[in-house]
């Protein structure tokens, strides 16, 4: 790979920033330098008038805007062609009626192909350069989203959806509780850190997924974390939902409380699945544990998730399409919990983080009385970037423009989207002063930013491709 220089209006929140530090970390650079070497690292960051002589005979690559690549805390890959399903009804009847007969048609190998392809072209399209991504329950399904990935250079953690219990429509997806195990050790030796070895370097891991509390038994998660705490050591990650949908009477966490006899639902998660939350076997909480969600938690949840390096992967597209409410902001960000942005999809129907960003605002804007808050734009930019890489224990590797870092970005061209060109027009006309500039800047970009305009995507400075894979 050759050095290259990208020049254009550059933001990202710099440095070990957390949503509390976020709005003093903004960097935004209206006509700013990124300079990658030949590593594909970031070599460089600061005013383009600046660039060092060094880098002067270095290509340099013209674009509006310069962002780090979106983080993606969570999405379903085997709902990629279930985005938008009429079922009626919330989460549980949705899952029944459109989710799991969806997944099941991955079993298919032809079908599983196309899916996994239709998959990277979406996350591409999007900008998402990293997720945290749901499995299919079929092992070759894995290996087809794995292969996919791998191909196309972009950095995936995934694991198979485990269901060993469930409603009738769920039983293609189910397996014995021994053979679950099995599939997911098997998983884990076929695929993680397939790409090069080292945690420090790989751009492909594996997950332990119970798809949640509901789909597993007792000793469905006793077997899961024993296998858990024998590969914990080699970065292995932890995935599941957690309290999402609490529809009075037979909701998701009524339902997990009801069937655990447990006290909360995270207890589940945390080895204390028996009755009275006595401890029944080792948890999955930890730096690498990111739970989807999180709608519905007692302050005794968050602070259990705070004190052991969890993380919120906080969907409110998805939310509000299975009525779920959204996850109390001011609540659970004081907490300490790192709150990370996942599409959900096919629960949310957009591909693209700032979407989610957007909607993200707006429900927050509207939670009732004083819980309402005015996120910041620097705190959507670090919710969808470098939130994503803490959640996903990658912040010493991506999540923004520190030098020594990937270089994971998107390039954006704001006349690929008419709407967002012509906001920004007005929008940055307003302020003289170059803070309240920067910050109507960013949060035109982000409210409005569409996948057309999206130019290039970019990882560890290999720009990605659309080009059909295999399946075409
Ligand atoms: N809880 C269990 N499975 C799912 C799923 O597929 N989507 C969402 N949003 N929640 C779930
Ligand atoms: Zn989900």
């Excluded at 990629?80 to 009804?89: L, P």
Aim: charged share 20%.
């Amino acid at each position: 790979m050759t050095a290259q220089v990208v020049r254009g209006h550059v933001f990202h929140v710099a440095g070990n920033a957390t949503l509390a530090t976020a709005v003093e970390a903004l960097v935004s650079l209206p006509d700013g330098a990124l300079v990658v070497d030949d590593a594909g690292s970031v070599a460089w960051l600061g005013p383009y008038a600046d660039l060092p002589p060094a880098y002067a005979d270095v290509p340099v690559r013209r674009a509006d805007f310069v962002l780090p690549g979106f983080v993606d805390a969570h999405l379903h890959y085997p709902q990629t062609f279930a985005v938008d399903a009429y079922g009626g009804g919330q989460l549980l009847d949705w899952l029944e009626r459109c989710i799991f007969p969806a997944e099941a048609r991955l079993a298919d190998g032809d079908t599983a192909g196309r899916v996994a392809e239709e998959f990277v072209r979406r996350r591409v399209a999007a900008g998402t350069t990293t997720a945290m991504v749901f499995g299919s329950a079929f092992p070759a399904a894995q290996d087809a989203l794995f292969e996919t990935h791998r191909e196309a250079g972009l950095r995936l953690v995934s694991g198979r959806g485990v269901q060993t219990v469930g409603p009738p429509a769920a039983a293609p997806l189910l397996t014995g509780e021994d053979e679950a195990v099995q599939l997911v050790a098997d998983e884990i030796e076929r695929w993680h850190l397939v790409d090069t070895g080292e945690p420090a370097t790989s751009k492909l891991q594996v997950a332990v997924v119970p798809r949640f509390s509901l789909s597993v038994t007792r000793r469905t998660l006793a077997a899961l974390g024993e296998l858990y705490e024998g590969v914990r050591g080699r970065g292995v990650y932890f995935h599941s939902h957690l309290s999402e949908n609490d529809r009075p009477g037979d909701g998701e966490v009524t339902a997990v409380r009801a069937t655990y006899q447990v006290r909360d639902y995270l207890d589940t998660y945390d080895g204390r699945f028996l009755p009275g939350s006595e401890v029944g076997g080792p948890g999955f909480l930890g730096r690498r544990s990111v739970l989807a969600h999180a709608v519905h938690c007692s302050d005794r949840e968050l602070a259990r998730l705070a004190e052991t390096g969890s993380s919120i992967a906080h969907c409110p597209t998805s939310q509000q399409f299975l009525g779920s409410g959204t996850m109390p902001w001011r609540r659970t960000s004081a907490a300490g919990v790192t709150v990370a942005a996942g599409t959900d999809i096919g629960a949310g129907d957009e591909w693209l983080i700032p979407r989610v960003l957007n909607d993200t605002y707006k429900v927050h804007l509207s939670e009732p009385g004083t819980d309402s808050i005015a996120l910041a734009p620097a705190e959507l930019l670090y919710t969808g970037t470098l939130a994503g890489a803490q959640a996903l224990d990658l912040d010493d590797r991506i999540g923004n423009f520190d030098v020594g870092k990937d270089a994971d970005f998107v390039l954006v061209e704001a006349s690929g989207w008419d709407p967002l060109a012509r906001a920004l027009e007005y929008a940055t006309q307003q302020a003289e002063d170059e803070i309240v500039a920067a910050d109507q800047t960013l949060f035109a970009l982000l409210m409005g930013l569409r996948e057309p305009a999206l130019k290039a995507v970019l990882v560890a400075g290999h720009e990605i491709n659309l080009r059909p894979l295999r399946w075409g």
